[in-house]
């Protein structure tokens, strides 16, 4: 065989053969990166819950018993519902009233809510 064939034969060779090592070490590594990313989020799972106050709510004119509290998913506005219907939002920050709106219709009597179970099970 010609050698200059045989060398530019085992040049690609060598090529290759770093091309796919570099290749397989890069999906270990991102593999390995996956993992460190999964055990960060996951970590902080198994501690301990901290909470504190943020804002307090005043200004409630209701004596009816409130039956839920909650916020939204991005924690800007919060509510109470009373026993009476009353559904209040107010600003998660410095919990100024924003809406209120009256679940039970006015004038057909008095209505009232038992319970309010927001995640009930087969809801």
């Not at 999906?27 to 901290?50: K, W, Y």
């Not at 924003?98 to 006015?106: D, E, F, G, T």
Request: with cysteine; charged share 25%.
């Amino acid at each position: 065989m010609d050698p200059r064939l045989i060398r530019k034969v085992r040049r690609r060779d060598r090529i290759a053969n770093w091309v796919i090592t570099a290749g397989g070490l890069f999906v270990i590594v991102c593999v390995l990166g996956i993992l460190v990313l999964i055990a960060r989020v996951a970590l902080p799972l198994f501690d301990a819950p901290e909470f504190s106050l943020s804002s307090t709510v005043r200004g409630v004119d209701s004596d009816a018993q409130i039956l839920a509290v909650g916020l939204d998913e991005y924690k800007e506005t919060a509510y109470t519902l009373d026993a009476r219907g009353h559904l209040r939002f107010y600003a998660a920050q410095d919990g100024t009233p924003l809406a209120r709106r009256q679940l039970a219709s006015p004038g057909t009597g008095e209505a009232r809510l038992r319970r309010a179970d927001w995640f009930r099970k087969g809801a």
